[in-house]
């Protein structure tokens, strides 16, 4: 009735409205119309077409981009170009209460080196696990350049579940990359140091410092990198840069890329040439060519020495072993890149205006006859660069990386300083197609581009600079991902999406059907670990245990509010807080905020947390909900009192707020006596019906369910007091149990238009 | 002839003393001007591309404070700092490195030119016309110098540049390409009035001739 009201009411206000501005408000605008309004042209008609989601519609595609130095993962569909989430990962993020909870803050800890916690990390090259060289929707893992580590993130609720750090490198960037089946995650190093984070001088460089690969173990059933299960090869002290694992043919390789294999030392401010000189003047570098199934044969043989608890082949055993092999590439490379089917592997030549494709076939022949032009300076073979080319083509300026299409021979390739996008075909060598991109164009992303079977239909250009491009916000700009439409012969952009948080690197895309994220946790779920908390109480045992100098809060939360909603600590005591979303409700997530102290919580449905508070402080800390939970909301609080030092908790006198008398629990009870006839209309329609045949109406009434349950329990408290004519009592639990009610009917109405709009029949 | 009917020395004083004047004024002009126009140098936002501007001077920052709505901007782009950034990656030399003794020798040379002119105004005696001549060749004279010293940045490219390209002579006059760059370079208003001031002295050389043959 009085939705009605205020519905006719607001129709009646913008009537009044349009007529006082009848020259503008006329009929609605046609598409003409808003064409000639907005300046749109035809083009951009239909590129808005293809990339238009309309509301509660779904992207084909969810990519997943590093944030670079923000530390986390931006989550952004395609072809619509919005952005669904941010993955905390390295850097704490209050919205998820990652690095303000102490699950969080645990798992942070353990995945910093030498016992500090390090609160952010260089984000750059997103994998998604793969079984049989395609994504499998389970894993996604991304690494950290600047301290060397590695983060497993899963794909079931897009947290962070591990981070590692890599005992032995202390600069990286050929990381996350896996293996096809992921039987490792590898992780490269790229500025050299002594492994084992050790000191030596630089004029021993060339003795003392390393360049190395790990192979992180991966336990997919378990979701777990398995450090004992780890191995790393020691390399020479080039620049290793990015790496890519072979597939098919190639399964068993890998290829990592170099550069400075100069193995110049700068020293800009003693007088000589920067890094940058010295690092760029051979014509060529080296492409690692690794032989990791049979690293990992020498591994388990025991042939390795364990540096900082990493074991780690030595130089000497990777060379006698034949572990690696090197083939000249253009000077400083910067993409490799292994073709769908493993039989190629094409290197972006950076400062070098080719694309050079390698051939598996020619480079494995020259291995198995032992076939060598020479020997580096650590007596590592090197290949005949010429005879194991297929071919070299001639893109244009700074060609960085490649992406496959879903067409056999098709690849496209960033052109940094041309700040383009090319089409080519590797197989004939020829360049198809060009489309300029603003501007410097850094990674790029095909659907599926590195797996044995890339679905093609789009591309993203990830641009370092946008300068122009959008509504100035400053000097610090947003980067700009471009989304091109590739199905076609020619290459048409389509979208520019400001990237509002980081500098992304690399980003994966996966078909959306592949994945299937959970919408709550299982009761009581430590979200950190995925595993069951030892913190979690159920309604109705929640406990505050008190111990001299500890307070310790077993409690719940459910719309809207918590309890304990008031805890008494004496001064100097340690508080912790666990509480535990007893919600089932989709979305239902509670947030839980105190006062003058660095926590927030994130409680989606079934997840415990828990928030610790080292030395309370004498004061009053008012605690609230963070997430608009529902029209309580504002409502959901508590106090923590704490108490200075030796004083004696005050019993709660009986006029505090309202008291309630006899007709107030009669005029509550009759409320919630006519809800009720409502709520058993509403099930009764619901259950004449074949509801069980659609999974949102068995999920929105198995949440309906719930709540009558908490209804019905508030109203035996009611029933209870009102027999013992506590009438304060009983019509504060009166109103409970309408709340609880109100939460049902809401859902079971929502479930009733379900129902009715998607055509459900009447069954007997 | 009398006194009265000698050819006056007015007109050529005239002409010498505003050739002066210009040249004067043209040491302080932009002479010549380069820009670099690049895909990431987009020419709504950078309407003079990477600009420099060569001066007598100095070499000079070409870009202009951008006119816009939108953003608040209190200093142009420095394009000089600019080209030099860009330029590091082929192992160019830095702008500062160019005709430094001929900048720092010019306010001498441009005050030694006026002091001939000055002379050349009341001076009759032998090789008088010697006196005009450095004025007239101003123009060529830079021309030659700007051009050597092209010639001289493209052939002595830093092999540590990280970028290799082949030596080659950058376009004194006109349009060029070099990577992804498209090079312009040319003459300014300055250059103008040097030809002007050339042509102007030349001609009082000329009607100086004539007055003397006269006298």
């Known amino acids: 009735m009085r939705l009605e009201l205020s519905r006719t009411t607001a129709i009646a206000t913008i009537l009044a409205l349009s007529g006082a501005f009848a020259n503008s408000a006329s009929a609605a605008e046609s598409l003409q119309d808003v064409m000639k309004r907005r300046n749109l042209s035809e083009k951009d008609m239909l590129a808005a077409a293809k990339t238009y989601t309309p509301s509660g519609g779904r992207d084909e595609f969810l990519t997943f981009s590093s944030s670079g130095h923000a530390g986390s993962i931006i989550v952004y569909g395609i072809p619509s170009m919005r952005i669904y989430k941010y993955i905390a990962v390295f850097t704490p993020e209050p919205w998820q209460g990652y690095g303000f909870d102490d699950e969080s803050k645990a798992l942070l800890k353990a995945g910093s080196p030498q016992g500090q916690t390090i609160n952010w990390g260089d984000t750059h090259h997103p994998n998604l696990s793969k079984t049989n060289g395609d994504y499998d929707g389970q894993w996604l893992f991304i690494n950290d350049k600047s301290t060397p580590r590695i983060a497993v993130i899963s794909l079931k609720d897009f947290e962070t579940r591990q981070i590692v750090v890599n005992p032995v490198l202390t600069n990286e960037h050929g990381g996350a990359f896996v293996t096809n089946n992921t039987e490792y995650v590898m992780e490269a190093s790229q500025l050299p140091s002594p492994l084992g984070h050790k000191y030596a001088p630089l004029d021993k460089f060339n003795d003392e410092f390393r360049g190395g690969i790990t192979y992180w173990k991966f336990n997919k059933d378990a979701g777990k990198i398995e450090q004992e299960n780890s191995f790393t090869l020691e390399l020479p002290p080039y620049s290793q840069d990015l790496v890519s694992s072979g597939k098919g043919p190639s399964e068993d390789w890998a290829f990592l890329n170099s550069f400075c294999s100069e193995r110049y030392v700068g020293g800009i ?11 760029s003047a051979n014509d060529t570098d080296f492409m690692h060519i690794i032989n990791w199934k049979k690293a990992e044969a020498v591994f388990k043989a025991g042939k390795f020495t364990k540096i900082n608890g990493m074991a780690v082949i030595p130089l000497k055993t990777v060379i006698d072993e034949g572990l690696v092999y090197l083939v000249p590439e253009p000077k400083s490379p910067h993409g490799v890149d292994v073709s769908p089917d493993g039989k190629f592997v094409i290197v972006g030549g950076k400062l070098d205006s080719h694309g050079s494709v390698f051939d598996f076939a020619k480079m494995k022949a020259q291995i198995d006859a032992k076939k060598f032009v020479g020997k580096d300076a650590y007596g590592f073979p090197i290949l005949d660069m010429k005879e194991s080319l297929h071919t070299q083509v001639a893109l244009g300026l700074g060609p960085l990386h490649n992406q496959y299409d879903s067409k056999p021979c098709v690849v496209y390739t960033s052109l940094y300083v041309d700040s383009q996008i090319v089409k080519w075909d590797y197989c004939q060598g020829k360049v198809l197609d060009k489309i300029a991109i603003q501007y410097n164009v850094g990674h790029l992303l095909t659907m599926g581009g590195d797996t044995m079977h890339p679905d093609g239909h789009y591309l993203v250009a990830l641009n370092k600079l946008s300068i122009d491009r959008f509504n100035p916000v400053g000097p610090l700009h947003p980067q700009n991902h471009q989304l091109i439409d590739i199905s076609g012969d020619k290459m048409e952009l389509l979208y520019d999406l400001p990237i509002g948080l980081g500098e992304p690197h690399q980003a994966v895309a996966i078909r959306a059907d592949k994945l299937k994220p959970t919408i709550r946790y299982k009761y009581g779920t430590d979200s950190r670990t995925e595993e069951e908390s030892k913190f979690a109480v159920r309604p109705g045992s929640e406990k505050i245990v008190r111990t001299p100098g500890k307070v310790e ?18 001064e100097g005591d340690q508080v912790t807080f666990h509480w535990t979303n007893s919600e089932r409700a989709e979305d239902e997530t509670h947030g839980f905020a105190i006062s003058q102290n660095d926590v927030n919580l994130s409680l989606e449905p079934g997840k415990t947390a828990s928030a610790t508070i080292e030395h309370a402080k004498a004061g009053v800390y008012p605690y609230y909900c963070t997430e608009f939970c529902s029209a309580l909301h504002l409502e959901m609080e508590g106090y923590l009192m704490v108490r200075p030092k030796g004083s004696a908790i005050e019993k709660a006198s009986t006029n505090v707020g309202t008291v309630y008398t006899k007709a107030d629990f009669d005029k509550q009870y009759k409320a919630c006596l006519d809800t009720q006839s409502v709520i058993d209309k509403v099930v009764a329609y619901i259950t004449s019906t074949n509801f069980k045949d659609f999974p949102t109406a068995v999920g929105q009434v198995e949440d309906a369910t719930d709540q009558l349950k908490f209804g019905t329990e508030a109203r035996a408290k009611a029933d209870d007091y009102a027999k013992k004519e506590d009438w304060q009592n009983a019509t504060l639990w009166a109103g409970q149990w309408w709340q609880y009610q109100v939460k049902a009917a809401d859902i079971g109405l929502r479930t009733k238009t379900y129902l009715e709009q998607n055509g459900a029949r009447t069954v007997k | ?53 060569f001066q007598f001077n100095g070499v000079k920052n070409g870009c202009q404070l951008r006119q816009s709505k939108e953003v608040e901007e209190d200093e142009p782009l420095d394009c000089v700092h600019e080209m030099n950034t860009i330029n590091h990656y082929i192992g160019m030399h830095p702008i500062a490195d160019g005709a430094k003794y ?44 700007y051009s050597g010293w092209l010639w001289y940045y493209g052939h002595t490219l830093s092999p540590m540049g990280a970028f290799t390209v082949k030596p080659f002579m950058p376009t004194v006059f006109g349009e060029g390409k070099v990577a992804q760059f498209s090079t312009y370079s040319y003459p300014d208003y300055g250059f103008g009035l040097l030809v002007v001031a050339s042509f102007a002295v030349l001609l009082a050389l000329l009607l100086r001739r004539k007055q003397l043959r006269q006298r």
């Open chain 2, 1 to 53: 002839m009398t006194e009265l009917q000698k050819p006056s020395a007015a007109p050529f004083r005239l002409l010498t003393l505003a050739g002066m004047a210009i040249l004067a004024a043209a040491f302080f002009s932009p002479i010549w001007w380069v820009s670099l126009k690049a895909p990431n140098y987009p020419p709504e936002t950078f309407p003079d591309g990477v600009r420099i501007v």
């Open chain 1, 553 to 570: 809060v077993f409690g719940t939360v459910i719309r809207s509010h918590y309890n304990p909603e008031i805890v008494e600590a004496e």
């Open chain 2, 102 to 145: 001929e900048i720092a020798a010019a306010p001498y040379l441009f005050a030694g030119v006026g002091v001939m002119l000055l002379a050349f105004m009341f001076y009759s005696g032998p090789f008088w016309w010697l006196l005009a001549l450095p004025a007239i060749f101003v123009p060529i004279g830079f021309v030659a110098d």
């Open chain 1, 269 to 279: 401010e003693s007088g000589k040439p920067p890094f940058e000189a010295g690092c």
